[in-house]
Structure formats: structure tokens, C-alpha cells
């Protein structure tokens, strides 16, 4: 019942949200003599703080208008390529054509954050790939009529997906996914699928947790699946489409992450409200660009975390060969026309360094020419797919990478 105490929590705050606000349009109002007093501003600051952490993230959008080609603006429009119940296949069309350009699938994680956590990721590949990306359901939005989704249906969504864009398509993995885009290549790669990958990318993925384990890792491992079960299970409050559906509730993960670096995010909340003390809300706003996006989260479907936790986390079952997928054997062996990269943070706090490397030796069949790896120097989980070094080093290499085996 924690999700539904949860929910009551976040209702009973609505009143003292809405006064909040109210008051802090009343001190904003130009002829108001508090306005600009220390006094006026740190109220001002108390209170826009407050409604701040108060509110309820809903999912953000892209939001792309246009990418720069040629050192021109470009329009960038969205369209859904294939839809179902638990994903939207995305693409950000340019209305540049440029059948030249590779065909790329960004394969978002379904760990607690909407896929709008890779804007900066796609961004850096619109200029010159044709970028599609999976776009996962919030399953607090799907009725628990409707079929149930776990991690033998990531994969076949996976294998639906580089179905529906076709041959010559290059695949990138963010986190979670490097599990399931392995072993949905791995099992294209058996049969002989013509629509399997060129390449792929793995960003700081969960290969092999054995390796170099983090704090998540050690938690995992510390607790049983039934532990899991009966602690962060739950079903979905009324009000919401999913009502009564299991789920592993977003606000959960986002906790998890907090707790990590508790320090640092205090710190970066204390600096947002000295900001708008100061008057500084420019520098505000750019700190809150990136918690709008962190604090909006998803719930995830319970037999996928749970699935996810026992075969990636606990016994390790595709490092191991051990992995089944509908009664598929799941042999990273049979890996031998798809290119193979990884790329790992120095300072990756989720993903230890070494986790996603594991795929190469796995990859056993893979001719040496045909893989590559790369650590990032200076950055730690999320600097892997955004922000500066990700812009201008990593995102390079990926596309060098992918143009060398187009």
C-alpha cells in the first residue's frame, strides 16, 4: 500500500502547492515594493522551492524543431513508425533527405526514466543519421487488462523493431538494454536474419555485473527475489489507467538514485535556491533543466524488474550462457556480422568499468576488426550519453565507428 500512501502524500500537498503559488505570483508582481527586498526575494525562494519539489513531473517532450545540416537549420519533425501497447518506435524525420545518412536505433532504458532522458543523445546523431528511438510505456498508463510485458518481450520488441526499419540499420544501447539488444542479435545472428544490425553500440551496459560491481549490484545480490517482491512491489493507485496493475513505482528508482550521490544532489538543490535569492535565475534555470528531466519518472511493469533483477543481476545467466529467451538458447557466439563497441565512464557509479567490456570476450566469434572500446575519461553514469564530453568526444567516436561498418 506504500504507492497508494504515496499518492495520498502528493494529494495532501496539493492545497499548500496552490497557496504557494499564489503567493509567489502576488510577490513577482512588478509594482510590489517587496519585490527586489532580501526579504521579498528569500521568500520568493522559500516558496518557489517548495512548489518546486512539490509538483508531479509528467513525462517531458522531445521537443526537437530543428538540427543544423550543412550549417543550416533543418526541420525536425515525429512520427511513429510501429506501435504497441508497451512501446512507440519514434522517428525524428529531417525534412533533408539524405538517403546516405545510416539508419540509427537509439534503444532507450526502461529503468525508471521516459526515453526523453536520451534528447541529448539523439540530438548529437540527427545531423547526419536517420534517428529512430523506443519510446517505452509508463505502465501506470496501461490498463491491466492489457497483456503483461517482461524481459522476453523487450527482446522480442527488439527484434520486431529492426524488422519494421530494415536491412543496414545500426542499433545504440543506453544502460539497461545492453542485455536484451544483445541476445536479440544474438538470436537473429543464429537464424540467419538478414535484418540484423551492422553495428552496435553498448553505453554503460550491465553485461556482466560480476565484474567491477557498483552499489546497485551489491544490493541486488544482498536481497532475494522475494525480498523484491514483497518491498518494492505494488499496485497502481486509482486514478490512474493502470489501476491495480504490479508495478515497480518510478519514484522507487528515483529515490535509489538520490540516495547514491545524496550530497551532490543537496548541494545542487541548495545552489538552485541561493540562485533565486541572488536574483540569478538564469543559473537556476540551467540546474532545473536537467531535474525536470531527472525527476519525471516512470513506473515499470513488475515481471520485466523482476525478470531484469534475477537473470541480469543475480545469477548473471547471459556472462554465463545460461540465458533462454522463449525457449531459445541465447549463444553470443553466434555473433559474426554485426560490429561490436562499448564505451564505459571512469567514474560510472551504475555500470562498474569492465561490466559492458565483458561483451567482447562473450562475442567470441566477432573478427578483432570489428570491435571496439572505448573508456571516457572524467565522466560518470549520465555523462556517458549527455552533456559536453558526451557531445564532443563520445558521440565522435560512435560515429566513426558506425561509418566503418556501414
Not at 523487450?154 to 539488444?181: K, M, R, S, W
Not at 491495480?244 to 529515490?255: K, N, S
Request: net charge neutral; aromatic share 10%; proline share 7%.
Amino acid at each position: 500500500m506504500f504507492y497508494h500512501n504515496y499518492e495520498l502524500q502528493r494529494l495532501a500537498l496539493t492545497p499548500m502547492r496552490f497557496l504557494a503559488s499564489n503567493a509567489l505570483s502576488v510577490l513577482d508582481l512588478p509594482h510590489n515594493p517587496l519585490r527586489q527586498t532580501p526579504l521579498g526575494r528569500f521568500t520568493a525562494a522559500m516558496l518557489d522551492s517548495f512548489e518546486y519539489t512539490t509538483r508531479k513531473y509528467e513525462k517531458p517532450e522531445f521537443g526537437y524543431k530543428h538540427t543544423i545540416i550543412g550549417g543550416e537549420p533543418v526541420p525536425v519533425s515525429e512520427e511513429i513508425v510501429r506501435s504497441t501497447t508497451w512501446c512507440d518506435l519514434r522517428r525524428f524525420r529531417r525534412q533533408a533527405h539524405r538517403p546516405e545518412d545510416p539508419r540509427l536505433l537509439i534503444v532507450a532504458p526502461m529503468s525508471g526514466h521516459h526515453a526523453t532522458l536520451l534528447r541529448g543523445t539523439a540530438q548529437a546523431f540527427l545531423p547526419d543519421h536517420d534517428v529512430h528511438i523506443t519510446d517505452w510505456r509508463d505502465a501506470r498508463e496501461v490498463p491491466v487488462t492489457s497483456p503483461d510485458f517482461d524481459l522476453d518481450d523487450y527482446i522480442d520488441h527488439i527484434i520486431a523493431f529492426f524488422h519494421a526499419l530494415g536491412e543496414n540499420t545500426h542499433v545504440l544501447a543506453v544502460c539497461q538494454p545492453a542485455v536484451p539488444v544483445l541476445a536479440a542479435v544474438a538470436l537473429m545472428s543464429a537464424a540467419g536474419d538478414a535484418y540484423a544490425p551492422r553495428s552496435m553500440t553498448l553505453i554503460g551496459g550491465p553485461v556482466d555485473t560480476r565484474v567491477a560491481p557498483t552499489a546497485p549490484n551489491r544490493f541486488a545480490q544482498a536481497h532475494s527475489l522475494e525480498w523484491f517482491r514483497s518491498n518494492v512491489i505494488d499496485r497502481v493507485p486509482l486514478g490512474n489507467p493502470g489501476f491495480m496493475r504490479e508495478v515497480y513505482p518510478g519514484f522507487l528508482q528515483l529515490a535509489g538514485f538520490m540516495a547514491m550521490n545524496f550530497d551532490r544532489h543537496v548541494e545542487a538543490h541548495w545552489q538552485m535556491f541561493l540562485h533565486l535569492v541572488q536574483g540569478d535565475g538564469e543559473s537556476a534555470a540551467a540546474k532545473r533543466s536537467f531535474y525536470d528531466e531527472y525527476r519525471s519518472t516512470m513506473d515499470l511493469p513488475a515481471e520485466y524488474y523482476l525478470q531484469t533483477i534475477r537473470a541480469v543481476f543475480q545469477e548473471h545467466l547471459l556472462p554465463r550462457g545460461l540465458m533462454i529467451s522463449r525457449g531459445r538458447p541465447i549463444d553470443l557466439a553466434a555473433i559474426e556480422l554485426t560490429a561490436l563497441q562499448t564505451v564505459e565512464g571512469e567514474r560510472d557509479d551504475i555500470s562498474g568499468i569492465g561490466q559492458t567490456h565483458a561483451a567482447h570476450a562473450l562475442c567470441r566469434r566477432l573478427p578483432a576488426h570489428m570491435k571496439d572500446h572505448w573508456e571516457q575519461p572524467g565522466v560518470g553514469h549520465f555523462g556517458l550519453f549527455n552533456g559536453r564530453r558526451f557531445h564532443n568526444e563520445v558521440a565522435p567516436r560512435i560515429k566513426r565507428f558506425i561509418q566503418a561498418h556501414r
